[in-house]
């Protein structure tokens, strides 16, 4: 039983003790190892890198999902401000393109008169209408039964018809329709919503924003065809308790407020997240008194004076049982008849999964790196040893080997230290000593420290500092956040090249900037740079380098004492890196 016990290690211990893994799996782990030798530093990468890479999608998603919220509700409040049938489907097409990220939409409505479908499309921005029958290809099936369908291959299905791409002069890959109810669910129409945009399928969620916006041009074509006249009020008023509707059975949790309107927007999710009844009636006023309490802002005064700011919040709930729930928000725009009309749409997500995996990952790598860090001392100390003669003397291919050795086990030491250092941060254990800082001295230093690398790779580093009033600031987490920034442009900077840095002094902060004429970043990439495990590749030649550890790290410990950093790039334009130190004063 020890001898298991023992195999497993403190880390396999841990797993147990967490729930993850079952003793089966560490067995089978253990027998793994033993047949493919994969070694436990590359172990730590992997988990490092999967559970990045799921909290950050489960982030994307939720920053995602409150941008396409607030595009379908502007869109709604667009399309009643159409005032005649032309202009409505020209609204309804781009929009409905431009939330479902698709390459095009087609808008069909039955004609009872003739028993045929009038299918709507764009042509260079001017609306165009073809005629087709009521019983023809895949909006003739949906317009007749009212299902929705969703296709990864439309040629792949019978109900497709190929002639709607020759009238159209178009080729149909994905295809997303979806009917057009009215109140009494009679179908009047078909939304056709064609090529998701970078090959891909349309998902569930799609589905729901595209049975969402379908609601919305039902009412709209309703209020068009009415022959009352209707008041923005009432038009508002509607809209909100549609959007009630549409939202009720999302997983997330979905508020809506604005100043133009009593009528607010909160459905079953947000209830079950905050502990309340299902049943229970919320106000415009206690919607307000909640989302003040979470730290969003004066959401009233953000409201009526657009005063202040909203930002982001990070909870955690007790009641019922202890929930971490991320709370972001989207503003919205519209107006009825010029009314300026002002609001938001906060998002509720439970990501308390997330942050479990993400607890246990760091109480994992925490104990791997103890563990690590003192064998790969000893191996370093005992190879600096070797290669000084204590043991005696050394050819010069033992010299050449003993310093692979020892380049080796240094890169395994910042490996772990990097790891252990991520870990602390998130614990927020990592200790952050705040007092006057010097840092002209600082960056002097730190500069000094390199210059036989800059040496050693033809790179000039050039110090254009000078002047500099001290900060509020850790001294030697300073040293590591420019260490650790000035190492990313060697990594990008061809031979030849420079490296500047240069600070700029602002009313209440320095700023500290660290300059290269390297590859550049690409835009799409400069998004991603901060976060834990990402690589950046080197566009000239399309290597990765580093464990994607170092940028997260400095964006921890500027923020830590109260700094902000961002870099600013272009492809084959060199980067500049800049973070932010409060003055001391």
């Excluded at 841990?14 to 070694?39: C, D, H």
């Excluded at 730290?295 to 009526?304: A, F, T, Y």
Aim: charged share 25%.
């Amino acid at each position: 039983m020890k001898t298991i016990e023992k195999s497993r290690g403190k880390l396999g211990q841990l797993l147990l003790e967490k729930k993850m893994v079952s003793e089966e799996q560490i067995e089978e782990a253990l027998e793994v190892q033993k047949i493919n030798g994969k070694s436990l530093g590359d172990i730590l990468i992997d988990l490092g890198n999967t559970t990045s890479s799921l909290i950050t999608s489960v982030l994307s998603v939720a920053r995602r999902t409150e941008q396409q919220l607030a595009r379908l509700f502007n869109a709604s409040i667009g399309m009643l401000q159409c005032v005649e049938h032309t202009s409505l489907f020209k609204f309804i097409m781009v929009e409905a393109a431009r939330i479902l990220e698709a390459d095009m939409c087609n808008l069909f409505l039955v004609d009872e008169n003739s028993g045929k479908l009038n299918c709507f499309t764009l042509d260079k921005g001017k609306v165009k209408e073809i005629r087709t029958p009521l019983t023809r290809g895949l909006a003739g099936y949906v317009a007749k039964t009212g299902e929705s369908i969703n296709l990864e291959d439309a040629y792949q299905s019978p109900l497709f018809d190929p002639q709607i791409d020759e009238d159209m002069e178009y080729k149909t890959r994905t295809v997303l329709c979806f009917p057009v109810k009215q109140k009494n669910n009679k179908v009047i129409g078909v939304l056709r919503v064609v090529n998701k945009k970078g090959k891909a399928l349309f998902t569930s969620h799609d589905e729901w924003l595209c049975k969402s916006f379908a609601i919305f041009v039902s009412n709209a074509i309703s209020m068009i065809n009415g022959k009352k006249a209707v008041s923005p009020d009432t038009m508002i008023t509607e809209n909100m308790r549609l959007f009630n509707l549409a939202v009720e059975d999302l997983p997330e949790g979905v508020i809506i407020i604005t100043n133009d309107t009593d009528s607010v927007v909160v459905n079953p999710a947000v209830k079950w997240m905050l502990g309340w009844k299902i049943n229970k009636d919320i106000d415009k006023e206690n919607t307000t008194l909640l989302l003040n309490g979470l730290g969003l802002g004066d959401v009233s005064k953000w409201l009526e004076d657009e005063v202040g700011m909203l930002t982001s919040q990070e909870i955690t709930i007790q009641i019922p049982g202890s929930k971490v729930i991320k709370v972001d928000f989207a503003e919205i725009n519209g107006g009825m008849n010029n009314k300026r009309n002002r609001g938001c749409i906060v998002v509720f997500y439970d990501i308390t999964k997330e942050k479990e995996v993400d607890h246990v990952k760091s109480e994992f790598i925490t104990i791997a790196s103890h563990e690590l860090l003192s064998p790969i001392t000893s191996m370093n100390n005992a190879v600096n040893l070797i290669l000084q003669g204590m043991l005696g003397p050394n050819t010069e291919p033992q010299k050449k080997f003993l310093r692979i050795i020892s380049d080796g086990t240094k890169y395994l030491s910042y490996l772990t230290t990097s790891l252990l250092d991520i870990a602390l941060l998130e614990a927020g254990k990592i200790p952050v000593k705040k007092e006057k800082v010097d840092l002209e001295a600082v960056i002097k230093s730190t500069i000094e420290s390199l210059w036989f690398k800059a040496e050693e790779n033809k790179i000039s580093l050039i110090n254009k500092n000078g002047n500099t009033p001290s900060v509020l600031a850790d001294s030697n987490r300073v040293r590591q956040a420019l260490l650790n920034l000035l190492d990313n442009a060697f990594k990008f900077t061809p031979h030849g090249g420079e490296i500047i840095v240069e600070t700029n002094t602002t009313e209440n902060e320095v700023e500290i900037c660290v300059k290269d004429n390297g590859v550049g970043i690409l835009l799409e990439e400069q998004e991603k740079i901060f976060e834990r495990f990402y690589q950046i590749e080197n566009t000239a030649t399309k290597k990765h380098y580093g464990i994607g550890l170092g940028l997260s790290i400095c964006k921890d410990i500027v923020e830590a004492q109260r700094g902000r950093i961002w870099v600013e790039s272009k492809e084959r334009g060199g980067s500049n890196f800049v973070f932010t130190l409060p003055l001391y004063k």
